[in-house]
């Protein structure tokens, strides 16, 4: 892509000098017979007239492009650019700004090449430390002529890095949870179509001609069928309170924070399920037009939920008011909700939904150390806010929802085996 | 807020930078030490100024304090030296352009950045070229400043229209023609 506009070329400081020098000087030397000054400013002169003699003439055709612009943290990309047309040309700088959680090499984002038949090259390799939506620009380029004479300048602007997620490991047991689903990869506990076997049984009025076991039906001289259990998948519901950010990130390679642990959490949840064939929506708690992301399933899903979790920024101007409905999620969803659980918001919204008999748990994302501050009042507050905290997990615990650290593998893995036991017992929802 | 944009550029700065504003300064001392070649006299004060001159060049050298720094040398020189003939004029010469030529080559340069070899070698080359070319033409000047020969005139216009037309060429191409 063609950068633009690229500057005309103009005079330096340098050149300004030499000219200065040499025409001041070689005429004073002339005028006043100073054979001193004439050797004093014959270099400055000869290098004024060297570099006005090879003036470049037309701007240099500049084309950069960061490639590629959407990566996973910790992968780098690079912004390349291209000079044509940079005749007379000698050598080439271009340089990156600083910007937080983007890693240049060299750590200055300074890269330079000499200019060979009116062409040269650079490429400034960048990593991306965070997930989110980063500026890397505006990326600066000059082109300059023999003696640093004369300067081209231009701006690549407006290059942006997506920097999606990249998901904590996770990993859950296997489990039968009931799900309303048909499709799928688990085995249902219900009979019907599906590949698992179930047990063979009497031939039936409606039962498919396909599903007759031949064999069985030979030797117990009445026609039999294989029953199956049906495949099924699961609509899991994530729920992710962006309200606001604790603690400090130190992006991929440091610290995490509670919206960083929340984040790569929801990401590693949503890869583990969609991976295994089940639906995963996604719903955002606090930004203002964070878009929500319907149930559905397959790899091109998991890419739209790292990009609305790449989106997600802490908003905790605006508190979504708890409604006592649904909010959509359908019955039958397993309802997975992420949060630091500072804000009571989370806990009211779990509350609402586990009300209406919908297995629901909550992630607790808050960072171990998020209370301890130089300033001791803070610290003292921080202190009392996670007793009051604790107080309203417990409360929550009291009336069915299980709320647990995150901890990578099998941070799940309770609350699915309680809510496989409950799934068995009679159940009584409020309507 | 300054103080640590200064620390920051300290820390930034690549050991290539370094050595090229070490270049520019001591070849501006070079330049005042020749001088004090050539009279037999230390000038401590002009040392002190430009060492100053020179530090501030060497790291602001997109400005023009390397033009000051220049003229306070040349200025010098004119004022306590009458011999063209001393082989300390061309010493001065070459290292007036070799402070020039480093610090129109950190000019654009930032702090962070390294320059490649090829264009290290390149400017080198060029350097070289002019400082040959010095040396060359102080020869001519001894040579004829040892014959005391009587001023031509029309030599002199000549040399001057000649100066004048250099002028001329490197005003018009230096500036922009569409402004």
Request: aromatic share 6%; hydrophobic share 45%.
């Amino acid at each position: 892509m063609t950068v633009g506009p690229v500057r005309p070329w103009r005079p330096s400081p340098s050149h300004f000098r030499a000219a200065v020098i040499g025409v001041v000087g070689l005429a004073a030397a002339l005028l006043f017979r100073l054979p001193s000054l004439l050797v004093l400013a014959a270099p400055f002169a000869i290098v004024a007239g060297w570099s006005a003699a090879t003036r470049p003439i037309g701007p240099p055709v500049v084309s950069g492009r960061l490639a590629p612009s959407t990566v996973r943290e910790g992968e780098g990309t690079a912004w390349t650019a291209t000079w044509s047309d940079a005749d007379r040309a000698d050598h080439v700088i271009a340089s990156s700004p600083d910007r937080l959680w983007i890693e240049t090499r060299p750590t200055s984002g300074v890269e330079t090449a000499a200019v060979v038949d009116g062409e040269a090259s650079v490429s400034v390799p960048m990593r991306s430390t965070r997930w989110g939506h980063h500026d890397v620009g505006p990326i600066a380029f000059v082109t300059i002529s023999s003696w640093g004479a004369f300067r081209s300048k231009g701006l690549d602007g407006g290059l942006r890095i997506s920097t999606l997620p990249l998901p904590d490991r996770f990993d859950a047991t296997p489990t039968r949870l009931r799900a309303d689903g048909l499709v799928g990869l688990h085995r249902s506990t219900n009979p019907g179509d599906g590949s698992e076997f179930a047990s063979l049984r009497p031939f039936r009025a409606g039962d498919r001609l396909r599903r007759i076991n031949w064999r069985r039906s030979l030797r117990a001289d009445a026609l039999h069928v294989t029953t199956t259990y049906a495949d099924q998948d699961i609509h899991v519901a994530l729920i992710v309170d962006a309200l606001d950010d604790f603690g400090v990130s130190g992006g991929i390679d440091g610290a995490a924070s509670s919206l960083d642990t929340t984040v790569r959490a929801a990401g590693a949840i949503a890869e583990h399920f969609l991976l295994g064939g089940d639906r995963v929506s996604l719903r955002i708690l606090g930004p203002r037009r964070s878009p929500n992301v319907p149930p559905a399933t397959g790899s091109g899903h998991l890419r739209r939920i790292l990009d609305v979790l790449t989106s997600v920024e802490p908003d905790p101007s605006r508190l979504p008011p708890i409604r006592n409905r649904l909010d959509a999620v359908p019955h039958g969803a397993l309802v997975v909700m992420l949060s630091p659980l500072v804000s009571p918001t989370a806990l009211e919204r779990a509350s609402s939904i586990a009300s209406h008999g919908i297995g629901v748990a909550v992630i607790d994302t808050l960072p171990d150390d998020v209370h301890l501050d130089d300033d001791p009042v803070t610290s003292l507050a921080w202190r009392i806010r996670l007793l009051e905290r604790r107080r309203e997990v417990r409360t929550i615990q009291e009336i069915g929802v299980p709320v647990t650290r995150w901890q990578c593998p099998g941070s799940l893995d309770p609350f699915l085996r309680d809510l496989v036991r409950r799934a068995a017992l009679p159940r009584m929802a409020r309507r | 807020m300054r103080v640590q944009a200064i620390v920051d550029e300290f820390h930034r700065t690549t050991a290539q930078h370094w050595r090229l504003r070490a270049i520019a300064v001591f070849a501006a001392l070079g330049a005042v030490l020749a001088a004090a070649g050539a009279n037999g006299r230390l000038w401590p004060a002009g040392l002190v100024i430009v060492t100053a001159l020179a530090l501030a060049s060497a790291v602001r050298a997109d400005t023009n304090v390397a033009l000051l720094l220049v003229v306070v040398v040349v200025w010098h020189w004119l004022a306590t030296i009458d011999d063209a003939s001393t082989p300390w004029l061309p010493v001065a010469a070459v290292c007036l352009l070799v402070h020039h030529t480093v610090t129109a080559l950190t000019a654009s340069l930032p702090a962070g950045g390294e320059l490649p070899r090829q264009v290290l070698v390149e400017w080198v080359r060029r350097t070289a070229l002019v400082g040959a070319a010095t040396v060359a033409l102080w020869a001519v000047v001894a040579l004829l400043d040892g014959r005391a020969a009587d001023g031509n005139g029309a030599l002199t216009a000549l040399a001057l229209a000649a100066a004048g037309a250099l002028a001329v060429t490197i005003r018009s191409r230096s500036l922009d023609p569409n402004r």
